[in-house]
C-alpha cells in the first residue's frame, strides 16, 4: 500500500480523494478547528496540529511515496493581495519544503510530490513564484509538471486549481510521459510559464499524460436539498433586493429563467463591480448553467454563494447549505461537518475537489508509486 504524508490538510479531502489503497502517515494543520473536524473523520492518532515551521524530518515517520501540499492560497489568488510566495500565508510553502529537503538528506525524499494551489500560482509576480517553485523542485533532483484540473469535470462547481505533480526517480515511467501538452489539462497560462522559464527548468518538465474523464452526469439541481440544514430561505423582501442589484445581463438571465416552465436552481454571488457611469457598486450576478460558482471561505458575507430557485416569475433565494457545499466538493453525506455554518462551509470552500484528486491518484500517482495503473502495467 502507497503511503503519504497530507500538509495542510483541512479536512482531508486530498486524503478522500486518495481513498483506502492509501495510507496516511502523518497529516498535518494548524488550524485548530479544521483539524477538529479532520480527526473526527479520519481520527486523531497521525495528525499534527502545529504550524509546519515547527516541524523537522524527525517528527514524519517513515518514508512516504508521497508528500501532498495544498498550501495557502491567499497571497496568490484573485481574492487575495498577490503577494507572492514573499508574504506570510502562501510563504509557508518554504516551511514544507524546508521539510522535503531534511528528508532528503536522510534519503527518506518521497517519490512524489504535490503542489496544489490556484491557477493564479503560475503568473504571481509575474511569474516568478511559479519559477521559485520549479527551481526548488528541480535543485531536490526532481521532475516536475503542471496541470490544471477543473472541478467541473466531475461536479457542478467552477473550480479549476493547479496541481503541480513532481516525481523524483531513476526513470520515468514512459507510459505517463505524453512528451507534448495537451488541451484538457495544459491551459494557455501553462503555455506561457513553460516558454518562459530558464532552459535548465524546462529540461526537467514533463508533460504528464492524464486521461480525460467521462462526460459529468451531475448537474447543481441534483445537489440541492429539499429541506435544507443550518440555512433559511429568505424573507420575499431579501430575494427582491438582490434582484434589484442585478445588471441588465443578469436580469435577463432570470427572465430566460423565468420562462423555462419549470424551476431552475441558480446560484448567486455578490461581487463589486465599476460603473459604467463611474464609481462602483455591489452586484448580484447570477448564473443558470447548472453549475455552481467557486466554494470560498466565508471571511464575508459576498464571499458565500446564494441559491436562487426561479419558478416561473416567483423566486426563492437562500445562502449554499453546509451539507450542498461539502457535495460541491464530491464529498459523500457520512462526511461529517462542524455544527457552525461558518466553520462547515469554510472546510469546503478551503478544500481540494475530491473526484479531481482521486482522478490524478488513479492514472499518474497510483502508477508513479509503483501500482498498477486502470487497465495497465505495472509502473517501472
Same mark, same amino acid.
Given at each position: 500500500?502507497? /503511503?503519504?504524508?497530507?500538509?495542510? +490538510?483541512?479536512?482531508g479531502m486530498a486524503r478522500a480523494g486518495l481513498g483506502p489503497g492509501w495510507e496516511c502517515l502523518l497529516a498535518n494543520d494548524l488550524d485548530a478547528k479544521k483539524a477538529a473536524c479532520y480527526a473526527t473523520n479520519w481520527g486523531a492518532e497521525r495528525l499534527s496540529v502545529c504550524d509546519v515551521a515547527s516541524l523537522t524530518a524527525a517528527d514524519l515517520p517513515g518514508t512516504? *511515496?508521497?508528500?501532498?501540499?495544498?498550501?495557502?492560497?491567499?497571497?496568490?489568488?484573485?481574492?487575495? &493581495?498577490? !503577494? !507572492?510566495?514573499?508574504?506570510?500565508? &502562501? #510563504? /509557508?510553502?518554504?516551511?514544507?519544503?524546508?521539510l522535503v529537503r531534511e528528508l532528503r538528506q536522510? *534519503?527518506?525524499?518521497?517519490?512524489?510530490? %504535490?503542489?496544489?494551489?490556484?491557477?493564479?500560482?503560475?503568473? &504571481?509576480?509575474?511569474?516568478? *513564484?511559479?519559477?521559485?517553485?520549479?527551481? +526548488?523542485?528541480?535543485?531536490?533532483?526532481y521532475r516536475f509538471g503542471p496541470l490544471v484540473i477543473d472541478a467541473a469535470r466531475f461536479l457542478p462547481q467552477s473550480r479549476p486549481?493547479?496541481?503541480? =505533480?513532481?516525481?523524483? @526517480?531513476?526513470?520515468?515511467?514512459?507510459?505517463? *510521459?505524453? @512528451?507534448? $501538452?495537451?488541451?484538457?489539462?495544459?491551459?494557455?497560462?501553462?503555455? +506561457?510559464?513553460h516558454s518562459a522559464l530558464e532552459t535548465r527548468l524546462r529540461q526537467r518538465w514533463v508533460w504528464w499524460r492524464l486521461p480525460e474523464p467521462p462526460r459529468r452526469g451531475l448537474s447543481l439541481a441534483d445537489l440541492i436539498e429539499a429541506a435544507p440544514g443550518g440555512v433559511e430561505w429568505n424573507r420575499g423582501a431579501e430575494t427582491a433586493r438582490l434582484i434589484r442589484m442585478m445588471s441588465g445581463e443578469n436580469r435577463r438571465k432570470?427572465?430566460?429563467?423565468?420562462? =423555462?416552465g419549470r424551476p431552475v436552481v441558480g446560484t448567486i454571488y455578490k461581487r463589486t463591480r465599476a460603473l459604467a457611469t463611474g464609481g462602483r457598486a455591489q452586484r448580484a450576478e447570477v448564473r443558470f448553467d447548472g453549475i455552481a460558482g467557486c466554494l470560498? /471561505?466565508?471571511? #464575508?458575507?459576498?464571499?458565500?454563494? /446564494?441559491?436562487?430557485? %426561479?419558478?416561473?416569475?416567483?423566486?426563492?433565494?437562500?445562502?449554499?447549505? $453546509?451539507?450542498? +457545499?461539502?457535495?460541491?466538493m464530491g464529498l459523500p453525506d457520512t462526511y461529517r461537518l462542524p455544527a457552525n455554518y461558518n466553520e462547515a462551509y469554510h472546510i469546503a470552500g478551503d478544500g481540494v475537489a475530491v473526484p479531481a484528486v482521486r482522478h490524478l491518484a488513479e492514472h499518474l500517482l497510483e502508477p508513479l508509486a509503483g501500482r498498477r495503473a486502470a487497465g495497465g502495467t505495472e509502473a517501472a
Open positions: 500500500m502507497p /503511503t503519504f504524508y497530507e500538509f495542510f +490538510a483541512g479536512g512516504a *511515496d508521497l508528500a501532498w501540499a495544498s498550501f495557502p492560497c491567499q497571497d496568490l489568488s484573485l481574492a487575495g &493581495s498577490y !503577494g !507572492g510566495l514573499a508574504r506570510a500565508r &502562501s #510563504g /509557508t510553502f518554504w516551511e514544507f519544503w524546508r536522510h *534519503d527518506r525524499a518521497p517519490r512524489t510530490v %504535490v503542489l496544489e494551489n490556484v491557477c493564479g500560482a503560475l503568473t &504571481s509576480h509575474g511569474g516568478r *513564484d511559479f519559477q521559485a517553485i520549479c527551481g +526548488a523542485l528541480v535543485e531536490e533532483g486549481r493547479l496541481f503541480i =505533480v513532481a516525481f523524483r @526517480g531513476s526513470e520515468l515511467p514512459q507510459a505517463l *510521459d505524453a @512528451g507534448a $501538452p495537451t488541451a484538457a489539462w495544459h491551459t494557455p497560462r501553462i503555455l +506561457a510559464a432570470l427572465r430566460a429563467a423565468a420562462r =423555462v470560498r /471561505t466565508p471571511t #464575508g458575507g459576498s464571499s458565500r454563494q /446564494t441559491v436562487l430557485i %426561479v419558478n416561473g416569475y416567483s423566486a426563492r433565494s437562500r445562502l449554499l447549505s $453546509p451539507r450542498e +457545499a461539502a457535495r460541491l
